[in-house]
C-alpha cells in the first residue's frame, strides 16, 4: 500500500500554539477532530516543534537550552508539558490516546543531532560511537540552535537516525515532519532519514520543511525518499502570503501523484496564535472569501492540509468550510490539476474526478474589486457529446450556463479575493 495514498489531512499545532503546546491542548483537539473532521477525512494530530523543551516559550527559541533526552541523545517528550511522558514511555501513551479516537500521530523533529548529545559525547545505541565522532558542527540551522548536522561519511550517523526512528516507532508515530531539510537542499540527511524510517518496521509518512526556492530539480530525489514537501516558507494569515501561493502550485501540481505530494504549507483558519510566533490570539485576518479562496486552491493543486488554528474555539463557520465535499472531493479524487487561464486578475484552474465522469473548474479573483465573465465551456475542457449541469460548491447554488457566440458557457462573478468552485455533472440526452 502506498504511504499517502492521498494528500494527508490533519492538525497541525505550530500556528496556534509554537513551541509551547501541551498535552492536554493536543488531546483536546485531538477529541474535536475525530468528533467533527474525521468522516470528511481530516484524520493526523502532529505535535510540532520542541516537544522536548521544558521551557519552551511563545515568540521564539530558548538557545542553549537545555532539552529532554534519553541516554543515547534521542529526544523525549517534555514531562512537564506531557505529564503521561513522566518516568520513560515517551510518546506512546498520547499515541496510543489519539489512536483510540480512530487517528493518527505526528510529531515535529530536527534535522541532525542535539548539540546538547554532541556536547556531552552520548553514545550512539548499538554502536561504539558517541555524538560528537558523528556531529557535522558546521552543519547548523539558521533559525535553531537545538541542532548540529550529521556527518554521513562516519557509520554512526545513518546509525543515530536509525535508532531515533526505531524509538518514534515504539510510540505508534505515524507522521513525522522533519524540518530544516529543503533549505538548502540536504541531499544526504533526506536519503538517511528515509533509509531510517523503512529500517523502523512501522510505517511513516515522511514530511519536509521549510520549502525556500525548493527546485524541480530535486522533483526525482523527493519523490524517492520523501511523502510530502513543503514548496515555501511558513504561510501566515495574509493574502500576500496566499496570493504567492498561487504561481508555487501552478508548477507543482503537474506532478503530484500517490505518495509524493508538494505541500502549499499549512492553514491558518479559525482561531490561531494562541501562543505562537507571529503576532496576537486572534481569529485568522483572512477574510471569508480569503479563506475560500485558499481552501480551493490548496485541494484543487492536490496539497496536504494541515489546520493550524485551536479546534475547540474556533468558530462554526470554520467547520463548514473544513467539511465542504465537492471541495475536498477533487483533493482526494482527481487528475489533471492545472492552472489553465491566468487573464488579469481571472485565474482558472480545472481539474477532472477520478471516480465519476465530474469535472470541476475553479474560478479566482486575486484582484481588490469583484469581476464577471463568460467562460465557454470548450475552454473549460468539457467534453461532448451530452451536455452539463454544475453547481457552485460554497454556495451550494446552481452555476449560470448560459450561451457564448452560440456555444455553451459558464458565467462568473467571484468577489474580490474570492473564489467561485464549480463542480460540473455530464447529462446525456
Not at 31 to 56: C, K, N
Not at 109 to 132: F, H, K, S, W, Y
Not at 359 to 365: E, H, K
Request: charge should be negative; include cysteine; proline fraction near 7%.
Amino acid at each position: 500500500m502506498t504511504r499517502a495514498g492521498t494528500p494527508p489531512m490533519g492538525w497541525n499545532s505550530w500556528d496556534c500554539y509554537g513551541t509551547s503546546v501541551t498535552e492536554e491542548e493536543v488531546l483536546a483537539n485531538a477529541a474535536f477532530m475525530a468528533r467533527h473532521l474525521l468522516p470528511s477525512g481530516w484524520d493526523t494530530v502532529v505535535v510540532d516543534i520542541q516537544w522536548y523543551e521544558p521551557g519552551a516559550r511563545a515568540g521564539g527559541y530558548n538557545d542553549g537550552a537545555e532539552l529532554e533526552l534519553d541516554p543515547y541523545g534521542r529526544q523525549l517528550p517534555a514531562p512537564n508539558r506531557f505529564p503521561s511522558a513522566a518516568s520513560g514511555p515517551g510518546f506512546k501513551p498520547l499515541a496510543d490516546r489519539i489512536h483510540g479516537l480512530g487517528l493518527k500521530f505526528g510529531l515535529h523533529i530536527m534535522r541532525g543531532i542535539p548539540r546538547q548529545a554532541v556536547r556531552d559525547a552520548l553514545p550512539i545505541e548499538g554502536t561504539n560511537a558517541t555524538a560528537d565522532q558523528v556531529a557535522d558542527t558546521s552543519s547548523v540551522c539558521e533559525w535553531n540552535t537545538d541542532n548540529f548536522g550529521l556527518d554521513h561519511g562516519h557509520p554512526g550517523a545513518q546509525a543515530y537516525y536509525d535508532s531515533q526512528l526505531r524509538l518514534f516507532a515504539s510510540w505508534g508515530v505515524d507522521f513525522i515532519k522533519a524540518d530544516d531539510m529543503l533549505g538548502p537542499y540536504f541531499a544526504e540527511e533526506i536519503a538517511a532519514y528515509r533509509r531510517a524510517i523503512d529500517r523502523s518496521g512501522r510505517d511513516m509518512v515522511l514530511s519536509l520543511s521549510p520549502g525556500r526556492a525548493l527546485s524541480l530539480a530535486h522533483l526525482e530525489h523527493l519523490r524517492t525518499n520523501a511523502d510530502m514537501w513543503r514548496v515555501s516558507d511558513d504561510l501566515w494569515d495574509s493574502w500576500e502570503d496566499v496570493e504567492a501561493q498561487f504561481a508555487r502550485m501552478a508548477r507543482w501540481a503537474p506532478h503530484q501523484r500517490p505518495g509524493s505530494w508538494a505541500d502549499a504549507d499549512m492553514l491558518p483558519v479559525g482561531r490561531i496564535a494562541l501562543r505562537a510566533e507571529r503576532g496576537p490570539a486572534r481569529l485568522t485576518r483572512l477574510t471569508p472569501d480569503e479563506q475560500r479562496t485558499m481552501l480551493s486552491l490548496w485541494c484543487i493543486s492536490r496539497s496536504p492540509l494541515m489546520l493550524g488554528c485551536d479546534l475547540p474555539s474556533s468558530p462554526p463557520e470554520t467547520l463548514d468550510l473544513l467539511t465542504n465535499r465537492d471541495v475536498l472531493d477533487v483533493l482526494a479524487a482527481s487528475r489533471n490539476n492545472r492552472e489553465l487561464l491566468r487573464d488579469g486578475h481571472l485565474v482558472l484552474w480545472t481539474a477532472e474526478s477520478t471516480t465519476t465522469e465530474d469535472r470541476f473548474a475553479a474560478v479566482f479573483n486575486t484582484g481588490m474589486v469583484g469581476l464577471a465573465r463568460t467562460l465557454p465551456l470548450a475552454d473549460l475542457g468539457l467534453p461532448g457529446p451530452g451536455s452539463w449541469t454544475a453547481r457552485e460548491a460554497w454556495s451550494g447554488a446552481g452555476a449560470r450556463l448560459t450561451g457564448l457566440y452560440g456555444a455553451p458557457a459558464l458565467a462568473v462573478d467571484p468577489p474580490a479575493h474570492g473564489v467561485q468552485f464549480f463542480r460540473f455533472s455530464r447529462t446525456r440526452g
